[in-house]
C-alpha cells in the first residue's frame, strides 16, 4: 500500500482544513472559486485517472488534483491504486471512511474520490474542431436527466454537449455521478448563450434539429430516407427534409417546459420522435439517446 503519497499516516481528523476545503466542492461557490469538481465512486475516478495519464503522455492538460480513498475501496480496486501511484502530478492520501463522509456528497459514499479539475474549454473551440454531431441541453435542470444525455453522447460518438444559460451546472455531484465518467470522454462547455450556441454552431456548416413532439418531421422517416440515399435513391432529402448524415446539432429542452419560442425558431427543422404505445411523451433523457443514436448511425453508415 503506498497511496499514501506524501504523507503514510490516514487522515482521520474529521474537521480538517483540508476535509472542509473538499467537501465546499459540494457547493457552487465553492466549485466556481477554486475552478474544481468532485468525482465520487470507483468508476467515475477511474475514468479520470485515465485521462489523467493519458494526457500527461501527450503533455496535455491535467485532469485530476488528488484523490482520497480507504484502504477497503483499494483492497476491492486495486487497479486504482496503480493508476493514483501512476499518475506522479497527483496528490494521493488515504482517509478514514469517516474523512470520506465528511468529504463526499453522497450519504453512503463508495470509498474513493477525486478532485478534479474544470476544463476550460470554450464554443470556438468546438466549432473550429468541425464537429459532426453536438448535443445541446436548452435550460435542462435534473442534474439526472443532464448526465443521462451526455452518457447518450459520449456512447454514441458526439463531439460535444452544450448546456445552455439556465441549465444544471454539470460539474456538481449528484450531475457528475449520473455521467458515471462520461463527463471526462468529450468537451462539455456551460452557462452559454443560446443565440450565440446556434450562430457559432450554424456557422461552421452544422444543421440544427429541434426535438420536439410536434415538429412536421418524423425520426422514422428521416431515418427510412437516410437509408434510402445509401441505397442510391434521392430519398427525402430532395423534398426539403433534413438529412441526419450531415453535420448535426440537436436541441433538447427542458424537462416541464420543453423548447420555447426562441429555441423552436433557432432551429432549422423540428423532429418528432414517432410514439406507437399511449405514452404521451418521452423523457428528454430517452429522446435524446434516441435522437443522438439515429444521427450516430446515419453518419457512420454514409
Known amino acids: 500500500m503506498n497511496l499514501a503519497g506524501d504523507n503514510e499516516v490516514t487522515m482521520t481528523n474529521v474537521r480538517a482544513e483540508k476535509v472542509r476545503e473538499v467537501a465546499r466542492l459540494a457547493t457552487r461557490t465553492g466549485r466556481a472559486r477554486s475552478g474544481e469538481f468532485l468525482a465520487e465512486g ?15 503522455e501527450q503533455g496535455k492538460a491535467a485532469v485530476v488534483r488528488a484523490v482520497y480513498a480507504t484502504e477497503d475501496c483499494l483492497d476491492r480496486y486495486p487497479e486504482l491504486e496503480v493508476m493514483a501511484n501512476q499518475a506522479e502530478s497527483v496528490h494521493t492520501r ?14 453512503t459514499p463508495q470509498g474513493i474520490l477525486a478532485v478534479c479539475i474544470i476544463p476550460e474549454t470554450s464554443l470556438q473551440d468546438v466549432a473550429a474542431a468541425k464537429p459532426r454531431l ?15 444525455i451526455i452518457r447518450a453522447a459520449v456512447a454514441a460518438g458526439a ?3 452544450v448546456l445552455t444559460a439556465g441549465s444544471v451546472d454539470i460539474y456538481n455531484p449528484k450531475a457528475v455521478r449520473s455521467t458515471v465518467g462520461s463527463v ?12 450565440e450556441t446556434i450562430a457559432t454552431l450554424k456557422a461552421q456548416g452544422s444543421t440544427v434539429l429541434a426535438a420536439d413532439g ?20 434521392p430519398g427525402e432529402a430532395a423534398q426539403g427534409q433534413p438529412a441526419l448524415e450531415d453535420p448535426t446539432v440537436w436541441l433538447f429542452g427542458n424537462e416541464g417546459q420543453g423548447l420555447n419560442e426562441d429555441e423552436l425558431a433557432g432551429a432549422d427543422h423540428r423532429v418528432a420522435v414517432p410514439l406507437y404505445g399511449i405514452a404521451e411523451s418521452l423523457n428528454v433523457g430517452t429522446a435524446a439517446t434516441v435522437c443522438l443514436y439515429a444521427s450516430a448511425r446515419a453518419q457512420r453508415r454514409a
Open 42 to 56: 470507483p468508476q467515475a475516478v477511474r475514468e479520470a485517472l485515465r485521462l489523467q495519464l493519458e494526457n500527461a
Open 94 to 107: 488515504l482517509v478514514s471512511p469517516e474523512v470520506l463522509a465528511a468529504m463526499a456528497d453522497t450519504v
Open 134 to 148: 453536438v448535443a445541446v441541453l436548452c435550460r435542462v435542470q435534473d442534474p439526472g436527466n443532464a448526465g443521462t
Open 159 to 161: 463531439d460535444a454537449v
Open 184 to 195: 471526462f470522454h468529450l468537451p462539455i462547455i456551460t452557462n452559454v448563450d443560446f443565440g
Open 214 to 233: 410536434y415538429g412536421a418531421a418524423d425520426l422514422d422517416a428521416l431515418q427510412d430516407a437516410s437509408a434510402a440515399r445509401r441505397a442510391g435513391s
